[in-house]
Nanobody, 117 residues
């Protein structure tokens, strides 16, 4: 299987920035899609951003223009650069990988992002 490990979460003031990283290991097949979801207290888990191995990207409307997803394919790593952070961005952020061939989905353990004064 595939293992995903996130890092980079923390506490930041409104307007600040954070960069999340997610390293994948194990048996990884292409094509695939890697990305980020988040879940705030009392809310459903929602898509933040995804990037396929073919470089196609997808962003939630709430983060467009503020967040940027990127991939380092040789390192099997995906990043999320988060700028102009708002209190409503506070959530646990989860890394995901989906194999396009098998349809299998894998999830990381999550990393907490808190935006507060």
């Amino acid at each position: 299987q595939v293992q995903l490990v996130e890092s980079g979460g923390g506490l930041v003031q409104p307007g600040g920035s954070l960069r999340l990283s997610c390293a994948a290991s194990g048996r990884i097949f292409s094509p695939n899609v890697m990305g980020w979801y988040r879940q705030a207290p009392g809310k459903q888990r929602e898509l933040v951003a995804t990037k396929s191995s073919g470089e196609s990207t997808n962003y939630a409307d709430s983060v467009k223009g503020r967040f940027t997803i990127s991939r380092d394919k040789p390192k099997n790593t995906v990043y999320l650069q988060m700028n102009s952070l708002k209190p409503e961005d506070t959530a646990v952020y989860y890394c995901t990988l989906r194999s396009s061939g098998s349809g299998n989905n894998y999830w990381g353990q999550g990393t907490q992002v808190t935006v507060s004064s």
